[in-house]
């Protein structure tokens, strides 16, 4: 028996609709940041699986506020001013290597080894590792970090030096020493495309004992919006990791360094 006075409750319904209209708004800002260039509504309803008048209605929505603006012509819309301002706010305020811990934290819980971050570091033309996560096996070799680092020698290094413009590359090379850990010279540029472009068919790099003595190194790129900005590397004495385990690895690398790129705003991977 329903008791006098008493009031319908509505705001649980309310609630849900308000939730579906941002659900579907920031859905709809992940479409266009996602397209790089304007689209109309009807792409934009097709990529969201709704009907084109929801989708002018929530992109009127966010214009009002300037997250959305439209075109003079065609009818075609892109993100707004006012996204760009919040998303550089939040990046003025997120530390890289922080996002990036606990996806380096994940591997290292899963295999037991040290896993590294490091970043690509354009001016020095080297890398620098400024994250790290350690397994219940730990290392016999010290690894610093926030140390400019070979981009030529090491799974690490390659795993950027992939990714680089051939001019870029040619360059980094020209001024290469000896390995750290063998003493090799420098390959030859020809030698270095070759494995590199292994690197990039199999989407990570393997290297033994070229930073380190007896190390293994095993490493994947994490790009961002503009392209390659650093890597996830795993590194592990070579009688730690069989080669049978060396795939595994390599993918799991690969998963979670795709997935943090993505959260970077990279639209690559």
Known sequence: MKRAGAVPDQAAP???????????????????ADAGSSVTVKQIA????????????????????????????GHQYSIGPQFYRVAARVLDSVSTPALAQPFIQAIANA??????????????????????????????YQIDLHRPLSLVWGAS?????????????????????ASPGTGATPPALSVLQDELAQVRARGYAVSESEKLPDARGIAAPVFGPGGVIGCIC???????????SIEAIGREIVSRAQALSRDLGSSNV
Do not use: C
């Open 111 to 140: 295999f037991d080894e040290t896993v590294l971050f490091g970043l690509y570091v354009p001016t020095e033309r080297a890398l620098s590792f400024a994250a790290r996560a350690d397994g219940q096996q730990k290392l016999k």
């Open 14 to 32: 309310e609630a849900a609709s308000s939730t579906g209209t941002v659900s579907r708004a920031l859905r709809l800002l992940t479409v266009l």
């Open 46 to 73: 097709e990529q969201m699986g709704v009907a084109p008048s929801t989708a002018h209605r929530l992109l009127q929505l966010l214009k009002q506020d300037g997250f959305v603006e439209a075109s003079a012509v």
């Open 157 to 177: 290094g390659k795993a950027v030096l992939a990714y680089l413009p051939p001019g870029e590359i040619e360059a980094i090379l020209s001024e290469e020493g």
């Open 234 to 244: 795993l590194t592990s004495p070579k009688s730690r990791m069989p080669h049978a």
